[in-house]
């Protein structure tokens, strides 16, 4: 079973940043997709930025220009840099994987593919 754990939660305010970093467990041939996802209270979970196995990224159009993903194979980590924080990106932040699309960063599956493993979230607030 793949466990993936968030870390770098918190509060801010408008404008600032915060760094959110997913480790998981190495799957057996290290090929899999990452992404990151949020939910705000009393909405529906949103896909926020996937990066592929072959490094290729897609982000939502509320965060494009703002946050970006990176990940550390070695590590086994998936970075996920928030900048220009608004208070409209307060919610939940959970990081996903999944190894049967390995190669998953489309905006088709950002709206839509529902990943593997999934961990359990980080809370993230933006104050104005």
């Known amino acids: 079973q793949v466990q993936l754990v968030e870390s770098g939660g918190g509060s801010v305010q408008a404008g600032g940043s915060l760094t959110l970093s997913c480790s998981t467990s190495?799957?057996?041939?290290?090929?899999?997709?990452m992404g990151w996802y949020r939910q705000a209270p009393g909405k529906r979970r949103e896909g926020v930025a996937i990066?592929?196995?072959?490094?290729?990224?897609v982000y939502s159009d509320s965060v494009k220009g703002r946050f970006i993903v990176s990940k550390d194979n070695a590590k086994n980590t998936v970075v996920l840099q928030l900048n220009n924080l608004k208070p409209e990106d307060t919610g939940t932040y959970s990081c996903?994987?999944?190894?049967?699309?390995?190669?998953?960063?489309?905006?088709?599956?950002?709206?839509?593919?529902?990943?593997?493993?999934w961990g359990k979230g980080i809370l993230v607030t933006v104050s104005s």
């Open positions: 996903a994987s999944d190894y049967i699309r390995p190669n998953c960063a489309d905006s088709w599956s950002l709206r839509n593919y529902l990943m593997t493993y």
């Open positions: 190495r799957y057996r041939n290290n090929r899999y997709c």
């Open positions: 990066i592929g196995n072959d490094g290729k990224t």
